[in-house]
């Protein structure tokens, strides 16, 4: 079955403890992203990847990082974490052949107290 | 720059009646739309797309939509709601710039479904 796995689906943890949501999919999709979900901003893009080690900055990417070591996998790492980050992450890949179909993650709610 | 606007942040009908979920978008260049589906902790599924040739797009679950040039409008609709289609709905449009298949999405709408 087509999927993206993300882990955690659910994490609470405090101000500046590093933390690392992991996303793999198995469709040998070239292109990957990450998005994060606020109410009433609908999805942005934070970063995205084209390939392995090819990976470059979304519209928000401030205090995150990004990772393409393989292709199936691309961690989302925040150093730093504050409150302003709480917010719903999805992650979500594609052919990277142009306009076709993003297949999304489940969702990791992150809460940053 | 592209952007999208969904008017309604809420939709409330009754089962069986017609359902329409407005999109507008801005784009300078031919646009690639599309419409997904979240239901309640679940990810993003995709429902139907527009890129080119037909400018009415069925996709799942009965829910169809008509890309309209002149109007700059995407609108999805459904002739019968059920109560399965209770959900929130983005629109979004897409672009490739320097190799960034990027996604802008809508603010979403959370229809409610009516017994």
């Known amino acids: 079955e087509a999927q993206v796995t993300q882990n955690p689906r659910y994490l609470i943890t405090v101000t500046g403890k590093k933390l690392t949501v992991t996303c793999s999919q198995n469709m040998n999709h070239e292109y990957m992203s990450w998005y994060r979900q606020d109410p009433g901003l609908g999805l942005r893009q934070i970063y995205y990847s084209m390939n392995v080690e090819v990976t470059d900055k979304g519209d928000v990417p401030e205090g995150y990082k990004v990772s393409r070591k393989e292709k199936r996998n691309f961690p989302l790492i925040l150093e730093s974490p504050s409150p302003n980050q709480t917010s719903l992450y999805f992650c979500?890949?594609?052919?990277?052949?142009?306009?076709?179909?993003?297949?999304f993650g489940q969702g990791t709610r992150l809460t940053v107290v | 720059a592209q952007s999208v606007t969904q008017l309604g942040s809420h939709v409330s009908v009754s089962e069986g009646a017609l359902v329409l979920l407005r999109c507008n978008y801005s784009s300078s260049v031919p646009p690639y739309l599309f419409w997904y589906v979240q239901y309640p902790n679940q990810g993003l599924q995709l429902l139907l797309k527009?890129?080119?040739?037909?400018?009415l797009v069925k996709g799942i679950n009965g829910f169809e939509a008509e890309f309209k040039k002149s109007e700059t409008s995407f609108h999805l609709t459904k002739p019968s709601a059920h109560m399965s289609d209770a959900a929130e709905y983005f629109c979004?449009?897409?672009?490739?710039?320097?190799?960034?298949?990027?996604?802008?999405f809508g603010t979403g709408t959370r229809l409610t479904i009516i017994p």
């Open positions: 527009y890129t080119t040739g037909a400018t």
């Open positions: 979500a890949s594609s052919t990277g052949q142009g306009f076709t179909e993003a297949f």
């Open positions: 979004a449009v897409s672009s490739i710039n320097f190799g960034n298949e990027k996604l802008t």
